[in-house]
Every structure is written in structure tokens, then in C-alpha cells.
């Protein structure tokens, strides 16, 4: 890997970083707060949050196997993949590699950061090969996405290729897990310490059922880290927030059992969609969607919207043609998308 010196803009790598209130005492024993310009009234609102999220950090890090200071906590794991352009991605000059199809927002970000992104291909089955990602570099690339499970195809990718990667590529190897509860395959949470140049991305918006809230996580080395927090918003996660995902992280065992119900449901909704005269194929899946096939996606979706039943039209999407990305709802809901879709007649 190259240093982290090397891989860091210039600019944020010599930055010091805004000091809040917050950040100057943070200790519990003081009872009269008159440092932060804050409103003594309407409690416990009118405080800052903290900055670093330390209590949220602290029931996250055994959960997930890591030390606290190994994560980094923003606004929805988007909040994060645009930190990592603006850490390491000079404007005009470097460039980003990604697998695709993928998700969008990791083009929309190096656009809006004026750097170049490259989309690597994947193959018939939606693999990945590190030799194809690896032939896209040049000595701009700072950071290559990897999306495991990935959206819109559902399926992960192959871990020797994701290790190969790692090995084998100089700069940052992002791995976005927002769908890693869904999949029986291990994180590679538990790499972190082997990769110095690994950041997995993980959300709380999926299985944890807290899409709202706004809240995403990104672990990686504690030097990365550190550049993250040099260069976010001073309280970029919310009191109301903080305490939400508290709440959740007390009861993981509400969200296994979603889990459950929902890889069940995805079971039978993909045994049962395969078999109407209107599904082509459905794809193999480890999120908690899966991607069909279809006669005429445009015309089925734009059906299944007369019928107040919404579904993603990936038509347009490369390796995608035909192909609507269906999230699995509760029993009810996927039963009402197979009875609309069991109606539609295939001359
Ligand atoms: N990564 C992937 C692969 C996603 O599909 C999404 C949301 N659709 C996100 C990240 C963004 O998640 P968040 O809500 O945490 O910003």
C-alpha cells in the first residue's frame, strides 16, 4: 500500500480541524455548561451532541467485533462514501475504479468531486475478476468500490477476487456491506487489522430497519478514521439519532428476527415469481432483494404502478436489460405484487 501520506489530499492531510466546544471538554464531572453558546433551556435538546458518538461507538464495537476507534459514524454510509472522495480524491487529477453494475451514489459522488470514476464491467454472472479492476488503474487511482452483496444484482462477490484485490491494489479498497446481514457469507470486518488499506461500509438503513434515522457506518484503521473525523461536519450525527441507535443496539434480537422472516419471504417470493408466464428468470440473491427478469420490464412496471405496487425498473442498467430489482416487503405486500404480476397475460 502506498503510505497514507501519499494516498490524502494534500489539503486535508496538512488541515486542522475546526475544535467544537465539545471537543475541547468532554468530560462528565462539570454540572454549569456556558462554553457552546447553547440555550440553558428545553432540554435535552438545546445541547450538542457528541461529536465522536462515543456511547453509540462503545455497544457497536463488541457487536461488530472491532475497537471504537475503528469507526467511523455519519449521516447514512452516503455520508461516508463522499468523505472518502473528499479525504483522497484531488479534484481533476485522480481518478476511482468500481464494478458495474453498482451502486449509483459512488458515480454520483466522484461527479460532484470532480473526479474521474471508471466502471469496470462484471461478467455474465455478475463476478468480479481483480485482473479486470486491476487493468483499469493508473498511478491517479486512490479507490476502488466493491459492493458485496451488490445492488442492483443482489449477488456478493467472490472473496478470492475481493483478497486479491487487496493484496495486489496500492490504494483504498472500499467494500460496501450495506447488505451483509442478508448473506450468509462472513464480513470482512473481520480482515480489518490484516488490510491496512480495507474500509467496509455498513448501514443501519436495511436489516436494522432504520433507513430515517440516517445513520451508516465505516471501519477501517484507526489512521483512516482519524482523517475522517478531521474532515466531517463537527456533529454530523444527531442527539435524536444517537439515542435512536441506542435503542436498537439493545435489542439485536428484533432485528435477527426480521432478518429471518425476510430471508424466508425471499424464498418463497422467488419460488413463486419464477413460475408465472411473466418472469424470464430470477437471479441468485444474498440482500434482501432480488433482481427477475422479465417480458417487457417498462411495461410491467409501469402496470405494477397502476396498481400502487412499486418495484425498481433497472431496464436501463447496464448487464440489466428487462430486469426489475424487487425489495422483499411483509407477506402481505409480496402477496399483493404476485397477484398483480399472476395477472398478466404473455401472448
Ligand atoms: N450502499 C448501498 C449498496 C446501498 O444500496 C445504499 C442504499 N440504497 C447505501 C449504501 C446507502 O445507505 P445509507 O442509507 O446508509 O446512506
Do not use: H
Not at 450538542?48 to 457487536?63: F, G, I, V
Amino acid at each position: 500500500m502506498r503510505s497514507l501520506k501519499e494516498l490524502t489530499r494534500p489539503n486535508i492531510w496538512a488541515l486542522k480541524p475546526y475544535s467544537s466546544a465539545r471537543d475541547e471538554y468532554s468530560g462528565a464531572d462539570a454540572s454549569v455548561f456556558l462554553d457552546a453558546n447553547e440555550n440553558p433551556y428545553n432540554t435535552p435538546n438545546n445541547r450538542y451532541p457528541d461529536p465522536l458518538q462515543r456511547e453509540l461507538k462503545s455497544l457497536l464495537a463488541p457487536l461488530k467485533g472491532v475497537k471504537e476507534e475503528n469507526i467511523f459514524l455519519g449521516n447514512g454510509s452516503d455520508e461516508a462514501i463522499d468523505l472518502i472522495f473528499r479525504a483522497f480524491c484531488q479534484p481533476g487529477v485522480d481518478n476511482v475504479v468500481a464494478i458495474e453494475p453498482t451502486y449509483g451514489m459512488y458515480k454520483v459522488c466522484a461527479e460532484v468531486n470532480d473526479v474521474e470514476y471508471r466502471p469496470m464491467l462484471l461478467d455474465v454472472y455478475y463476478q468480479m475478476k481483480a485482473s479486470a479492476l486491476l487493468s483499469a488503474i493508473d498511478e491517479y487511482t486512490k479507490v476502488m468500490f466493491v459492493c458485496s452483496p451488490n445492488n442492483p444484482t443482489g449477488n456478493s462477490m467472490c472473496r478470492k477476487e475481493i483478497d486479491s484485490l487487496l493484496k495486489r491494489f496500492d490504494g483504498l479498497v472500499v467494500v460496501d456491506e450495506a447488505y451483509i446481514d442478508f448473506s450468509d457469507l462472513p464480513s470482512l470486518l473481520a480482515d480489518l487489522d490484516k488490510y491496512p488499506n480495507l474500509i467496509v461500509l455498513q448501514t443501519f438503513s436495511k436489516a436494522w430497519g432504520n433507513a430515517a434515522i440516517r445513520l451508516g457506518m465505516a471501519f477501517a484503521s484507526p489512521e483512516i478514521i482519524a482523517i475522517f473525523n478531521k474532515i466531517k461536519y463537527p456533529y454530523n450525527v444527531n442527539r435524536l439519532t444517537q439515542e435512536e441507535a441506542i435503542k436498537c443496539l439493545q435489542q439485536p434480537e428484533k432485528v435477527q428476527a426480521w432478518v429471518n422472516t425476510l430471508l424466508e419471504e425471499r424464498a418463497r417470493v422467488m419460488e413463486e415469481i419464477v413460475k408465472l408466464p411473466c418472469c424470464i428468470r430470477v437471479f441468485p440473491t444474498d440482500a434482501n432483494f432480488f433482481l427477475a427478469k422479465v417480458y417487457e420490464a417498462t411495461q410491467i412496471y409501469d402496470y405494477l404502478v397502476s396498481e400502487g405496487i412499486i418495484v425498481r425498473n433497472r431496464t436501463n442498467v447496464a448487464l440489466c436489460s428487462d430486469c426489475l430489482r424487487i425489495t422483499i416487503g411483509t407477506k402481505e405486500e409480496n402477496d399483493a405484487l404476485l397477484e398483480a404480476l399472476s395477472k398478466i397475460e404473455i401472448e
